[in-house]
């Protein structure tokens, strides 16, 4: 049973803080990862994807992979109100097309 | 432009009515991806098609019978849903068709369908 953990929060952090959300996954094989932001009622939006080992920044979001330790963070610098929202974390299933999204952390950008 | 349409936003059902959601993208992609989501739950998927063939079924009961009518177009159709369907509908589509690890598995989502079964 291939699995994504994610702490489904809240995770609370003052206006102008950095927050760090993270996810593991079980299957090894896995090689594509995907953060989405999904705000109550609406549809999940694609923030942020990373393949290698490392960091990939963009703009205020920083995703991070370490295949070794099956682990994948992302970092909201200068987070904003606006930032308040579920994250949720996707990993592609190998040779399939198919995502698995780990249950996702209730992100609150306190002003 | 990463933007898929679905149609209705809304969609009020008895368990006797046959209705059908619809979604569109313009973006060239050659998969699409119908998911289920319930409140505070993460999206379930239930089909996949790839160049216009279903090519995942997650085990999906029988009431839900998914369309492609062609590359830019999927359809849902609903027959007898019972109110624990009642859940959000969200289309997704991605360049990728291969089934490789390829750069181009991002999938994007449509706004969705609201769906209740009365």
């Known amino acids: 049973q291939k699995e994504v953990e994610q702490n489904s929060g809240p995770l609370s952090v003052p206006e102008g803080a950095i927050a760090s959300l993270n996810c593991t996954y079980s299957d090894r094989g896995s090689q594509s990862f995907f953060w989405y932001r999904q705000y109550s009622g609406k549809s999940p939006e694609l923030i942020m994807f990373i393949y290698s080992n490392g960091d990939k920044e963009d703009g205020r979001f920083t995703a991070q992979l370490n295949k070794a330790s099956q682990y994948v963070s992302l970092l909201i610098r200068d987070s904003q109100p606006s930032d308040s929202a579920t994250y949720l974390c996707a990993v592609r299933d190998p040779g399939r097309r198919a995502l698995t999204f780990g249950s996702g952390t209730r992100l609150q950008v306190q002003p | ?118």
């Open chain 2, 1 to 118: 432009d990463t933007e898929v349409t679905q149609t209705p936003k809304h969609l009020v059902m008895g368990m006797t009515n046959k209705k059908s959601l619809k979604c569109e993208q313009h973006m060239g992609h050659r998969a699409m991806y119908w998911y289920k989501q319930k409140a505070k739950k993460p999206p379930e998927l239930m089909f996949v098609y790839s160049y216009e063939k279903l090519s995942i079924n997650e085990s999906v009961p029988s009431r839900f019978s998914p369309e492609c009518p062609n590359s830019s177009l999927l359809n849902l159709h609903l027959h007898a849903l019972q109110p624990e369907d009642s859940a959000l509908y969200l289309c997704a589509s991605s360049q990728d068709a291969s089934g490789s690890q390829s750069q181009t598995s991002e999938q994007y989502f449509g706004p969705g369908t609201r769906l209740t079964v009365t």
